[in-house]
């Protein structure tokens, strides 16, 4: 990675004026933009992850800012406030149904993102769906009545909703990796580093937790310390979790399973906010194509909450293969 950053870092220096010059040719494309693109409306633009999904749908191929809501910053440029060279002339505003209304009346392909928080999903998603927008939503902690009722109401909207708890593609992968290493090993716990106690054991240690307990195997038979709060916490079928927390620490999880003479760890940390764009940009791609299709059992949204390794299209495992795998397509 440090060789690939210098060469990045020397080509800027050796093209300097030629990528200004771009830049500026890139701004003013987007204040006229291609009419095919996907017109993004990001709903929670002042957060670090609503700042850096500015950046990276202004940056990528086949999209734009559309539309930034939030209650913070309202009426200032978007892109002002994500730090950029030049102002997007996107002010922030805290009314959606306001820019969803601008958007349907130029009848653009249109994609919500949605960060603000689990109470609200589901209205956000009702206005953009009577406004013909499909939405990606990425809520942590978003409850199952919420995901039910969401795929309820997108039913009989017939319209594709993505729900995502986790836009990470290493943490994709470590869940991949924990569900194919569980067919091997009966021993398992997690063990994760914060660098804050907000909601522990993590999304993540819960879902790896239950996608390796709706396989059907009982893990740790053979410890028989359940009561001893040092163990840690048993969540599903015997898995324990292990939360570190320490100020300045990296959003870490690590997997260790073991066998007759043999540990086999596998870990992933997240170090900053732009882990999670290449499948933030994956999911705008892909939920502009979910239609109804009679081989998909509920055709409409894609929940990653209810887990078995070879489940409907719902579960866990096909929808973050999918994740993966399409990725693949655009690198």
Known sequence: MAALSCQFHSTNLLNS???????KRFISGSAQPAQNNIKVVI????????????????KARGMEVAGAVDTCHVGEDIGEVCGMEE??????????????????????????????DPSSVYDN???????????????????????????????????????????SI??????????????HYSNVEIVESRANANDLPSADANQIANNLSNLGQIYNREDSSTDVLARGQVLGDGIRVHSL???????STTVHFSGPGEVYSIRHDITDVQCLMPGLLLAI???????????????????LYHCDSYGSIFSIAPSLQNLVYGLEKFI
């Open 43 to 58: 709903n929670g633009a002042t957060k670090e992850i609503g700042r850096a999904a500015a950046v990276a749908v202004t």
């Open 245 to 251: 927390v320490l100020p300045g620490l990296p959003s």
């Open 285 to 303: 791609r892909k939920v502009v194509r979910l239609k109804v299709a009679n081989h998909i059992k509920s055709q409409l949204l894609v929940s």
């Open 17 to 23: 004026r030629s990528v200004k010059s771009r830049r």
């Open 125 to 167: 998603v009702k206005q953009a769906t009577a406004f013909g927008m499909k939405s990606v939503v990425y809520v942590p902690r978003i409850k199952l009545d919420t995901v039910a009722a969401l795929s309820a109401f997108c039913e009989k909207a017939s319209m594709g909703v993505l729900v995502a708890p986790t836009l």
């Open 87 to 116: 102002p997007l002339e996107i002010p922030i505003i805290n009314d959606l149904t306001m820019i969803l209304g601008s958007i349907s009346q130029s009848k653009a392909t249109g994609v919500v993102v949605d960060f603000t």
């Open 170 to 183: 290493g943490s994709v992968l470590l869940q991949q990796a924990a569900i194919s290493a569980s067919f």
